[in-house]
Each structure stands twice: as C-alpha cells, then as structure tokens.
C-alpha cells in the first residue's frame, strides 16, 4: 500500500526522499507557510495521510478542513506552530524528530556565542569599511565564564558538551529533568533568577509554552549579571524584544546571539539590527546537510511506522493522549 505524505515548506532531503520510496511513501510539498485554507486545500488535493512540516504552522482551522490527515511530524522539535490540543481532539498523534538536528543547532549556538565575545559580526563589517581595529579592540573570552542553561534537552546538552573544553562552569534550570540525567560537573538551580543571577553567559534551549512566552522580560534583565551575554537558538517569543533592545543599547548587558525571533522573519527596521552588540541569524541552527538528513529521515521512518502499524516512540511522542495502536 502506498501512502501520501504533504511536506509543508518545501522537499525533504535527498536521503528522506529515498527513506520514503523505500517505505512506500509518496511526497509531494506545498509553500511555506500557506495559511489554514491553502494547508488544508494541499493536503485534499493529494489525499495526504500524513503531514511534515517544515516551514508553517497546523493551526486547528486547517485540521478542521483535512479529510484525511491522520499524523502530523515536525521536521525538528518546536511545536509550538501546531495546535496539539486541536490534533488530539482529532486523534492525530504529534511527533517530532528529537535530537536529530541538536548537534547542529548546538553548534550554530556556539557560533553565535564566540561570535558575540569576539565581535565578528562589527570586525568584518569595519575591515570592509577600510577600518583597522587592532590598536583598540578588545574581545571577551568564553573560557572559565559561568554558563546558565535553561532547558537541557538534546540540544542543550550538545551545547554544553561543546563548551567543555572552554573549561566553564554549568548551571541548569529544567524543572522536568530527572536527577539522574544531569551531566557531570553541571549544577542544577531550582528557579530562573539563580540562574540568571550566577551566569556570564545564558542560552535558551526550552520550548516555547503560554508559561514561558517572554520570560526574560525587562525584570529577568535586570537580574542578570552586568555584561552577561544572552544566546537563544529556541524560540524567539521567550524574549521580550523591545527591554532586550534597551538592555543592550546602555551596555547592560554585553550582547547577544540570536538566531529566532519574536516575528519572522525579522523586519530590516528592527532595532536589534542597528546594534553592534548583536549577531544575528536567520532561524537556521539545525539548516545543516547533516541534519537535514537525519531529521526529515526520523520523521519518513516515523510516518511508515505508525500508517503500517500503527507504533509511535514514545520518546518523539507528544500528544500521549493519543494512543499507538497497537
């Protein structure tokens, strides 16, 4: 038996094509971000059982015009783009392609995190200019700093991994992680404000929830340590823009590396662009050939195995109010 699967925002990688033909799967795909009328007319139109998505969201208006869908896989981990609680209603499990991508969105994170205490971004920029900064520059280094980790995910843990040979100290803030899943040499702080309160550097790596949506706010700010730098390779609704704005333009903080934001994709005129305490990217921490790979891969074996037989990892599953099958 042959099934169809819609992939929102474009192709999957060329080893997911592949997965896909192997398990009997037929791709097609639809533009990015379509609103609800235009998911649910792509996704008639090919009858498709399941959907991938990529670059949109899955709001409960499009499920409510699907004749067929009957599972949704995030090509990543943030769901916050799909309404689970419309998805269970309907008895479509939601998955996700956990800890596929982490190695490069980690990476990205890092990059963005050196980029910021070396000023990469502003030195490339004045060297174009004809300018010549070396008699007056003076970086940060990352090595032996205080790192604050909220959320240790795949991601934060690769993260943290990375940042060890930069001999930092690690504090972690996740109030679902189990004791035992703290990694070695990382200390666990029961509230953000310890957190944020001990730490030079502090890197998102939590889902976006309505809990959580602008949790360092002008108060967090405030609290964080003077010159601290702020990373977020998660979701940019965590930030309210405009106190990180006013934080970084009086030199509260040192600087930050972004690569979500609050509205994407970001306007030319934001004022975040105007900084030079900024280094920015485009939401493209897990856009690397390898991760691309793994993921849409993840999420073709996910798909097969649950239109076949009904099985979901429970590891990926997110709506366990939905039930395998079997």
């Not at 490069?104 to 920029?125: I, K, P």
């Not at 970086?139 to 909220?150: D, N, P, R, S, Y």
């Not at 809990?211 to 309210?240: F, K, Q, S, Y």
């Amino acid at each position: 038996m042959q099934y169809s699967v819609l992939v929102i925002g474009g192709a999957v990688a060329p080893a997911a094509q592949d997965a896909a033909l192997t398990r009997g799967i037929a791709l097609s795909s639809c533009k990015p971000y379509p609103d609800a009328g235009e998911l649910a007319d792509a996704a008639n139109a090919v009858a498709a059982d399941a959907l991938v998505v990529r670059l949109g969201r899955v709001p409960r208006e499009a499920m409510a015009r699907m004749h067929s869908v009957r599972m949704i896989a995030k090509h990543g981990v943030g769901i916050d783009g799909i309404d689970v609680a419309a998805a269970s209603e309907r008895g479509i499990p939601v998955v996700v392609a956990g800890g596929a991508n982490a190695q490069s969105v980690a990476e990205q994170g890092l990059a963005l995190l050196l980029g910021v205490a070396r000023s990469t971004a502003w030195l490339d920029r004045r060297i174009r200019e004809g300018h010549w900064d070396k008699s007056t520059y003076a970086g940060t280094e990352v090595a032996g700093k205080a790192v604050g980790l909220i959320g240790l995910g795949a991601i934060g843990r690769a993260f943290l991994a990375l940042l060890r040979p930069f001999g930092v100290s690690a504090r972690v803030y996740d109030p679902y992680l189990s004791p035992d899943l703290l990694p070695d040499g990382a200390e666990r702080v029961d509230d953000v404000d310890t957190l944020l309160a001990s730490s030079d550097i502090v890197s998102l790596h939590c889902p976006l929830t309505d809990e959580n949506r602008g949790l360092i706010d002008a108060a967090a700010i405030a609290r964080m340590r003077p010159g601290a730098i702020l990373v977020n390779t998660a979701r940019g609704e965590l930030i309210d823009e405009a106190a990180l704005v006013a934080a970084l333009r009086d030199g509260r903080l040192g600087g930050a590396g972004l690569d979500t934001f609050a509205t994407e994709p970001i306007g030319a005129d934001h004022p975040l662009l105007a900084l030079d305490n900024v280094v920015v990217s485009p939401h493209v921490g897990a856009n690397t050939h390898e991760a691309r790979a793994r993921v849409g891969v993840r999420c073709i074996e996910q798909i097969a195995d649950y239109l076949e037989r009904g099985v979901l990892d429970p590891r990926n599953h997110v709506n366990k109010a939905v039930p395998a099958t079997v």
